[in-house]
């Protein structure tokens, strides 16, 4: 089959590094609205060809690798593909995307989630194996074709990934407190360091647990802002619950009370119980 990958950053370049691997994939084209993501895409050959919108209709499969008010916008362009074609999008977040699909197009579309990623964004940071392993959400695929739902499966398939089925407002909350929630906590440790007078000399102490907890403040500012918007209710919960937990911890702090504080930071260490 031939696929089509609209947006060529982290998660569509990487993804075309692997989809280029597989024995029943044809040829693999991109398309990206970002001149210099088309020059660097170019120059890493992660795709076969660089195209526009009409040879991406032509398309198989068509991957839409880009945030969510950008999945949402590119519907209108796609009305019209054939009813064999299948539409894949790799959003972060799913209620908003899905409840906007237009109906001539929704025995085409595949909501689809991978729990992948890193820090870095744009064609630069594709990697090779990125989705290997990783989780990949399939979300109120009873209202995709069962053709789609058939070539989305063996794709992910294909590519090694763990696949789960839920509806999209369930996907959504578990997502603000496994990602959106720990994004927004990262970004808050870096300012509040950042916002500090001698913010240098702090620096010049971080080991590898700030590191750690800092690592997704370098994510793309205008992708999180899209999906902190896209999942507002469900982030303002998730940031809420945790504020409730530090404020346990921070009260028995103050009043010296260390037996629970020893219980709370127990009950953190039983998390890799479960990840483990």
Not at 92 to 119: D, W, Y
Not at 266 to 273: A, I, K, P, S, V
Request: hydrophobic content about 45%; proline content about 2%; some cysteine.
């Amino acid at each position: 089959m031939n696929i089509a990958i609209i947006g060529l950053g982290l998660m569509g370049g990487s993804l075309a590094l692997s989809l280029k691997k597989l024995n029943f994939i044809k040829s693999v084209i991109g398309l990206d609205h970002n001149a210099l993501h088309v020059e660097q895409a170019k120059e890493l050959n992660l795709v076969d060809k660089i195209v526009k919108l009409d040879e991406v209709k032509k398309a198989d499969v068509i991957f839409l690798a880009i945030p969510v008010d950008g999945v949402i916008k590119a519907f209108d362009d796609l009305k019209d593909v054939s009813e064999n074609t299948t539409i894949i999008d790799l959003g972060s977040t799913k209620s908003k995307i899905v409840a906007s699909i237009p109906s001539e197009i929704r025995k085409n579309f595949v909501a689809a989630h991978p729990m992948t990623g890193t820090e870095n964004f744009g064609p630069l940071a594709a990697v090779k194996g990125l989705y290997e392993g990783s989780v990949v959400v399939l979300c109120d695929l009873e209202n995709s074709g069962i053709p789609q739902a058939n070539i989305a499966k063996k794709i992910f398939k294909a590519l090694k990934m763990k696949k789960y089925f839920m509806g999209a407002s369930e996907h959504d909350r578990h997502a603000a407190f496994i990602s959106h929630m720990p994004h927004a906590i990262s970004y808050s440790i870096a300012n509040t360091v950042m916002n500090q007078e001698n913010k240098h000399n702090i620096l010049a102490l971080a080991a590898g647990g700030f590191r750690s907890m800092s690592r997704l403040a370098k994510s793309s500012a205008t992708m999180w802002e899209d999906i902190f918007r896209q999942n507002k209710g469900n982030v303002l919960e998730a940031i809420e619950l945790f504020e409730d937990e530090l404020q346990i911890l921070k009260k028995n702090i103050q009043e010296e009370n260390w037996k629970d504080v020893h219980e709370n930071i127990e009950g953190g260490n039983r998390l890799h119980d479960i990840l483990d």
